[in-house]
């Protein structure tokens, strides 16, 4: 346990440090200058064999102007790889100081620009590094090694620089997907919320004036159920209004590093298939007799597949309301061991020839899909009437795979 507290506080520091470092990316680019420059200094601070070059104050300034460049490194990299050139080169001409394991300044930016600049300065920086690369081994050894090895770790580094580019491409264009089928998500949910209560309000208003002059109590009856409409949407926008903004706040407080458990607003579930007495109760006041039958072993379903049964419910409602000028409607759940079954039929006057139904039915295919089911739409029993039919697959019941355990 203590070592697994540690990986998540390391990730946590991680996530952290990340989130920093992209609200504030001249705080990396002042730390990686702070490492190479340590990493400049050991030829400085380490004890020296002698006859090899003094290590001065003056050479150890010099190198210091190779590092400096780097805190720039984002805004103007071409710049900065010009910058660091001049000075390497002003290193070696006019002082003959130590000598570093590794070309750090160069390797830095020329990753750099491999990772942020256009197409020309990449071609720019090429250039260059052919150029400056046999010109920095010709006053240095002249070694055909230590030109294979200079010209490797410039490559290794461009290379490496392009792979992190097409990775961040590949996260954004994975972002935006993400955004998009949150967004197709928002607008089914908004969809079925708002289309069953604006449909049952519609039902009761087109009443409300007959029952007024025939009878009262039932125009009474129909504004309750008018307002009780009204008020369940509310309370369901609400609901999935808050979860979203929740989600954004926690993503916000895990970016700078804050706790979230305290100020947050009371996050609700979403409606589930122990929601759905009331949104049948809602349906029958708008005069249509609903029957609510459940067979099989039931039990509580996993939150995203519960949801999903209320809003498919809840859409096959609306459109019985809304198209099938029907009298009756049967919503049936059947349970099974790795499965549960929605059937809702109305015994109204059927679809209609090229309606393919609309946004709702479609909507109905997509939860089903998600959940890897499958939803089937069409005439009911003896061509009469609409039927929905979808079938989600759940968790298999523990009791029922133990026998199966036995069994086998």
Same mark, same amino acid.
């Given at each position: 346990?203590?070592g697994?507290?540690?990986?998540?506080?390391a990730r946590?520091?991680w996530?952290?440090?990340?989130?920093?470092?992209?609200?504030?990316?001249?705080? %990396?680019?002042?730390g990686?200058?702070? +490492?190479?420059?340590?990493?400049?200094?050991m030829?400085?601070v380490?004890?020296?064999?002698? #006859?090899l070059?003094a290590a001065?104050?003056?050479?150890y300034?010099?190198?210091t102007?190779?590092v400096?460049?780097?805190?720039w490194?984002r805004?103007?990299? +071409?710049?900065?790889?010009?910058?660091?050139?001049?000075?390497?080169?002003?290193y070696?001409?006019?002082l003959?100081?130590p000598g570093q394991?590794?070309?750090y300044s160069?390797?830095v930016?020329?990753?750099?620009?491999a990772v942020?600049s256009?197409?020309?300065?990449?071609?720019?920086t090429g250039?260059?590094? +052919? %150029?400056?690369?046999? %010109?920095g081994?010709?006053l240095?050894s002249?070694?055909?090694?230590e +030109?294979t090895?200079?010209?490797f770790?410039?490559?290794?580094?461009?290379?490496?620089?392009r792979?992190?580019?097409?990775?961040?491409r590949?996260?954004?264009?994975?972002?935006e997907?993400?955004?998009?089928r949150e967004?197709?998500?928002?607008a089914?949910?908004?969809?079925?919320?708002?289309?069953?209560?604006?449909?049952l309000m519609?039902?009761?208003?087109?009443?409300?004036?007959?029952? /007024?002059?025939?009878?009262p109590e039932?125009?009474?009856?129909?504004?309750?159920?008018?307002?009780?409409?009204?008020?369940?949407a509310?309370?369901?926008?609400?609901?999935?209004?808050g979860?979203?903004?929740?989600?954004s706040e926690?993503?916000?407080?895990?970016?700078?590093?804050?706790?979230?458990?305290?100020?947050?607003?009371p996050?609700e579930?979403q409606?589930?298939?122990?929601?759905?007495?009331g949104?049948?109760?809602?349906v029958?006041g708008s005069?249509l007799d609903v029957?609510h039958? %459940?067979?099989?072993?039931e039990?509580?379903l996993?939150a995203?597949a #519960?949801a999903s049964?209320f809003?498919i419910?809840?859409e096959?409602?609306?459109?019985t309301?809304?198209?099938a000028d029907?009298?009756t409607?049967?919503?049936?759940?059947?349970?099974?061991?790795?499965?549960?079954r929605?059937e809702v039929?109305?015994d109204?006057?059927?679809?209609?020839?090229?309606?393919?139904g609309g946004h #709702?039915? /479609?909507g109905v295919?997509?939860?089903?899909?998600?959940?890897?089911?499958?939803?089937?739409?069409g005439a009911?029993?003896g #061509?009469?009437g609409f039927?929905?039919?979808?079938?989600?697959?759940v968790?298999p019941?523990?009791g029922?795979?133990?026998?199966?355990e036995?069994?086998?």
């Amino acid at each position: 346990m203590t070592g697994l507290r540690g990986v998540r506080a390391a990730r946590g520091w991680w996530e952290r440090g990340r989130a920093l470092g992209e609200a504030h990316p001249w705080v %990396v680019d002042g730390g990686v200058a702070l +490492l190479v420059q340590a990493a400049v200094t050991m030829p400085f601070v380490v004890p020296r064999a002698g #006859g090899l070059p003094a290590a001065t104050w003056a050479a150890y300034g010099l190198t210091t102007l190779t590092v400096v460049p780097l805190v720039w490194r984002r805004r103007a990299p +071409l710049a900065v790889l010009l910058a660091v050139l001049a000075t390497s080169l002003l290193y070696r001409l006019a002082l003959d100081g130590p000598g570093q394991p590794l070309p750090y300044s160069g390797l830095v930016i020329v990753y750099t620009v491999a990772v942020l600049s256009p197409p020309w300065k990449r071609l720019v920086t090429g250039v260059l590094v +052919l %150029v400056a690369v046999p %010109v920095g081994v010709g006053l240095n050894s002249r070694s055909a090694r230590e +030109l294979t090895f200079s010209a490797f770790v410039f490559a290794a580094a461009y290379v490496f620089g392009r792979l992190t580019d097409a990775r961040q491409r590949a996260h954004r264009v994975e972002a935006e997907r993400a955004a998009a089928r949150e967004r197709a998500r928002i607008a089914r949910e908004m969809h079925d919320i708002l289309s069953h209560a604006v449909s049952l309000m519609i039902v009761q208003a087109e009443a409300g004036p007959v029952a /007024v002059r025939t009878a009262p109590e039932r125009a009474e009856a129909a504004f309750d159920a008018i307002s009780e409409a009204g008020r369940d949407a509310m309370v369901q926008l609400r609901r999935m209004l808050g979860v979203l903004r929740e989600g954004s706040e926690e993503r916000a407080a895990e970016g700078a590093g804050e706790g979230y458990g305290e100020g947050r607003a009371p996050r609700e579930p979403q409606p589930g298939a122990g929601d759905l007495a009331g949104l049948l109760d809602r349906v029958r006041g708008s005069g249509l007799d609903v029957v609510h039958e %459940v067979a099989g072993r039931e039990r509580p379903l996993p939150a995203a597949a #519960g949801a999903s049964v209320f809003r498919i419910v809840q859409e096959a409602l609306t459109n019985t309301v809304r198209h099938a000028d029907a009298r009756t409607v049967r919503v049936r759940l059947v349970y099974g061991d790795d499965e549960v079954r929605v059937e809702v039929t109305d015994d109204g006057r059927g679809p209609r020839a090229g309606h393919g139904g609309g946004h #709702g039915l /479609v909507g109905v295919r997509e939860r089903a899909a998600a959940h890897g089911g499958t939803a089937e739409t069409g005439a009911g029993p003896g #061509g009469r009437g609409f039927v929905v039919r979808v079938r989600i697959p759940v968790a298999p019941l523990a009791g029922t795979t133990a026998a199966a355990e036995v069994g086998r």
